[in-house]
C-alpha cells in the first residue's frame, strides 16, 4: 500500500482557481491576464503575495555571457579524488576547466560521496555532461546551498549520480538550469527551497526537462513542484516521483510554461506517489492548458485538497493509453481505459538498479495491464530487469519480474519477483 502522506507545509486557507492561475509564470516571469473565475475575493492576498515574490526569487540571478563563442569539446575530463578543494583533479576543478560539450568523468572514484564545502559547483557552459560511477556516488550539498547551477543555453545532463541535501531560496535546491536539464539513472533526493519563495525544491528548469530511469524523492519547501518544476517539454520516462512536497501546487511535479514557448508533458511508464500539495496536484499539476500524454503510468496515493494526484489550472484533455490515476481534478480528461483502483505500490526501496523504485504488490491490478509503446528494453531499474514479463507491461516504472527458479523454494523473499 503507499506510505502515508505528510501534512501539508502551512495552514491552508480557501483558494480558488485564481491563485493557480497566478502561479502559471512562476519560473518564468510576470503572470499573464488571468480570465474572470468565480469567487474571486476568496483568494487569499497575503498568499498571492508570497507568489509575486516567488516570480523574482523563482529566476536566479543570471551572470552575464561571455560575449565570444565558447568552444566545443568533446573531451573526457577524470575526476581524480573526492575532495572539494578545488585542487587539481576535484570535480570543482575539472567543471571549472571543461569546455562545453565535454563530459566530467568521475567512474574511476571509489569513494560513496563528494560533500561540497564551497558552496554550489556552477557553470557558464552551453551542455556539459557529469558521469558517476556503477556504484552509489553522492554529491552532496550539506543543506547551505544547491549542489548544481547551470547557467548556459544547451544541455547540462546527469548519469549515475545522487545529489543530495541542497538548499536555495530561490528553488532548485540541488539543480538548476537556466536551459535544459536530462537526468539519466540518477536521484534527487532531500532537497529544500524557502517555501516563501521557492519553486521545484529539487530541480527547477527554465526549459527542457528529460528524467530518463531517475527518482526524486524527499524533496520539499516549495510553492510549487516540491520534487521538480520545469517550463518547457517535461519527458518523463521509467522514473519514479515520490515523497516530495509543495506547500500550493504540483508536490512532485509541477509544469509552469505555456504551449506558446513550447511547454509539453510526457509521462511514460513512471510512477507518481506519496507526494503532497496543500492545495492541488498532490502528484502533478499543470499551469497551463498544454499538449499532454500519459502512458503506462501510475500517478496515486499522492495528497492535495483537490485533484489529489493530477490536477490543472485549465481545462485539459489528457492523450495516451493503459494508466492508472486514482484522483484527478475536474478539468482534466483522461484515456477511457484509465484505471482508478489502488495500484498496491509497496514503499520506495532499493529493489535493484542505480535508483530506487515503488515495486508492485503481487495483487495490484497494474500487473500485465501497461503497454511499452516505446519498446523499452527494460524498466526503470536498467539491465537484468526487463520492461515486458509476463503477460504485458505493468503499468508504472516497476515491472514484476518472472520467479528465478534460486527462489522458487520460498526460503528467500525478493522484491520484485513474481
Not at 75 to 95: F, Y
Not at 181 to 208: F, H
Amino acid at each position: 500500500m503507499p506510505g502515508s502522506i505528510s501534512p501539508p507545509l502551512f495552514t491552508r486557507t480557501p483558494l480558488v482557481a485564481s491563485l493557480a492561475l497566478a502561479l502559471g509564470g512562476l519560473a518564468t516571469g510576470p503572470a499573464h491576464a488571468a480570465p474572470r473565475v468565480p469567487d474571486q475575493h476568496l483568494v487569499d492576498t497575503t498568499l498571492q503575495a508570497r507568489l509575486e515574490t516567488a516570480r523574482t526569487f523563482g529566476r536566479r540571478a543570471l551572470p552575464r555571457k561571455h560575449s565570444a563563442t565558447l568552444p566545443e569539446g568533446g573531451a573526457i575530463l577524470p575526476v581524480t579524488h573526492c575532495a572539494d578543494d578545488g585542487s587539481s583533479g576535484s570535480l570543482r576543478e575539472v567543471v571549472a576547466t571543461a569546455a562545453s560539450g565535454d563530459t566530467v568523468d568521475l567512474s574511476a572514484l571509489t569513494c560513496s560521496s563528494i560533500t561540497l564545502t564551497q558552496g554550489a559547483i556552477s557553470t557558464n557552459l552551453d551542455s556539459l555532461t557529469l558521469r558517476g560511477p556503477d556504484s552509489p556516488l553522492v554529491i552532496d550539498g550539506s543543506g547551505n546551498a544547491s549542489v548544481l547551477a547551470h547557467y548556459g543555453a544547451g544541455i547540462l545532463r546527469i548519469e549515475r549520480l545522487t545529489l543530495a541535501n541542497g538548499y536555495y531560496v530561490g528553488g532548485g535546491g540541488c539543480v538548476f538550469s537556466q536551459a535544459n536539464l536530462t537526468l539519466v539513472a540518477s536521484t534527487v533526493r532531500d532537497c529544500r527551497g524557502n517555501e516563501s519563495y521557492s519553486s521545484g525544491a529539487g530541480v527547477l528548469v527554465l526549459g527542457d526537462l528529460t528524467l530518463e530511469s531517475s527518482t526524486l524523492s524527499g524533496n520539499s519547501g516549495a510553492i510549487a513542484g516540491g520534487g521538480a518544476t520545469a517550463d518547457g517539454a517535461v519527458v518523463v520516462r521509467n522514473s519514479t516521483i515520490s515523497g516530495n512536497a509543495a506547500a500550493v501546487l504540483g508536490g512532485g511535479l509541477y509544469h509552469g510554461g505555456e504551449a506558446a514557448a513550447g511547454g509539453t508533458l510526457t509521462i511514460s511508464n513512471s510512477t507518481v506517489s506519496a507526494n503532497a500539495a496543500g492545495t492541488g496536484g498532490g502528484g502533478v499539476y499543470i499551469g497551463y492548458s498544454i499538449p499532454t500524454a500519459l502512458h503506462s503510468t501510475i500517478i496515486a496515493g499522492n495528497g492535495a485538497d483537490s485533484g489529489a494526484d493530477l490536477g490543472s489550472t485549465e481545462t485539459l484533455a489528457v492523450a495516451g493509453d493503459h494508466n492508472l490515476v486514482m484522483q484527478a481534478g475536474p478539468l482534466l480528461t483522461l484515456p477511457g481505459d484509465t484505471l482508478g483502483a489502488d495500484p498496491q505500490l509497496l514503499p520506495l526501496a532499493d529493489n535493484g538498479g542505480a535508483t530506487h523504485t515503488h515495486a508492485l504488490a503481487a495483487t495490484s491490478p497494474a500487473l500485465d495491464a501497461g503497454s511499452n509503446a516505446a519498446g523499452l528494453e527494460f524498466d526503470q531499474r536498467g539491465s537484468g530487469f526487463v520492461r515486458s514479463a509476463g503477460a504485458a507491461t505493468d503499468i508504472g516504472a516497476f515491472e514484476l519480474q518472472a520467479i528465478d527458479l534460486i527462489f522458487a523454494n520460498g526460503f528467500e523473499s525478493t522484491p520484485g519477483t513474481r
